[in-house]
């Protein structure tokens, strides 16, 4: 397997598990697919930092695609370190909301709220392996459009005021990041 593809292939896994999630059959638990491709995510990310902090930046371009006409991830010492420290906030996290989840969602928008958080891990990593501004903005917007559905999971009046509040500072931010691209 070519290096260059470990940089998109941790995304792709985070963002197959959560387009089956909704499609599992009721005994396999979501928690589990969740973990399941948390963990694989991590193990395709590990060699990618490895072979970055030995030898240097990894440049993808999707499709084959040059940069000016499609979509370039730069794997560099930098994004490397941003998405170890996606997996080292969101791997604990994950395994805390396993055995918390049950007190504060309904069961039947666990398979929501797995989803919604591969989706924002995913935008997270994809973040940090952007090229240009305008990449960046689109994860900007999956991250906080992730975020804020995550919030509205649990249907209590605080979360949805939550949920507003953050959606107004979301569009806020990415109008501002939106005109600073043009």
Same mark, same amino acid.
């Given at each position: 397997?070519?290096?260059?593809? +470990?940089?998109?292939?941790?995304? $792709?896994?985070? $963002?197959?598990?959560?387009?089956?999630?909704?499609?599992?059959? !009721?005994?396999? !638990?979501?928690?589990?697919?969740?973990?399941? =491709? +948390?963990?694989?995510?991590?193990?395709?990310?590990? /060699?990618?930092?490895?072979?970055? %902090?030995?030898?240097?930046?990894?440049?993808? *371009? +999707?499709?084959?695609?040059?940069?000016? @006409?499609?979509?370039?991830?730069?794997?560099?010492?930098?994004?490397? &370190?941003?998405?170890?420290?996606?997996?080292?906030?969101?791997? /604990?996290?994950?395994?805390? =909301?396993?055995?918390?989840?049950?007190?504060?969602?309904? #069961?039947?928008? *666990?398979?929501?709220?797995?989803?919604? &958080?591969?989706?924002?891990?995913?935008? $997270?990593?994809?973040?940090?392996?952007?090229?240009?501004?305008?990449?960046?903005?689109?994860?900007?917007?999956?991250?906080? %459009?992730?975020?804020?559905?995550?919030?509205?999971?649990?249907?209590? /009046?605080?979360? #949805?005021? =939550?949920?507003?509040?953050?959606?107004? +500072?979301?569009? @806020?931010?990415?109008?501002?990041?939106?005109?600073?691209?043009?």
């Amino acid at each position: 397997m070519m290096v260059a593809h +470990l940089t998109v292939l941790p995304q $792709l896994v985070l $963002l197959l598990g959560a387009a089956l999630l909704p499609l599992r059959p !009721r005994w396999l !638990r979501a928690e589990n697919i969740a973990l399941a =491709a +948390l963990g694989l995510a991590f193990a395709l990310w590990l /060699p990618l930092a490895q072979r970055v %902090l030995s030898t240097g930046p990894v440049s993808y *371009h +999707l499709g084959g695609w040059p940069p000016a @006409v499609g979509i370039e991830v730069v794997s560099d010492t930098l994004s490397v &370190y941003f998405g170890g420290i996606v997996f080292l906030l969101s791997l /604990p996290a994950a395994t805390f =909301a396993c055995s918390s989840l049950a007190a504060e969602v309904p #069961i039947a928008a *666990h398979s929501s709220f797995w989803t919604l &958080y591969l989706l924002l891990v995913m935008s $997270l990593l994809a973040l940090s392996l952007a090229a240009d501004l305008f990449n960046t903005y689109v994860f900007i917007e999956i991250s906080s %459009l992730a975020a804020c559905a995550l919030i509205a999971t649990v249907n209590r /009046p605080l979360n #949805i005021e =939550a949920t507003f509040k953050y959606l107004i +500072l979301s569009t @806020v931010g990415s109008g501002c990041i939106l005109m600073a691209t043009l």
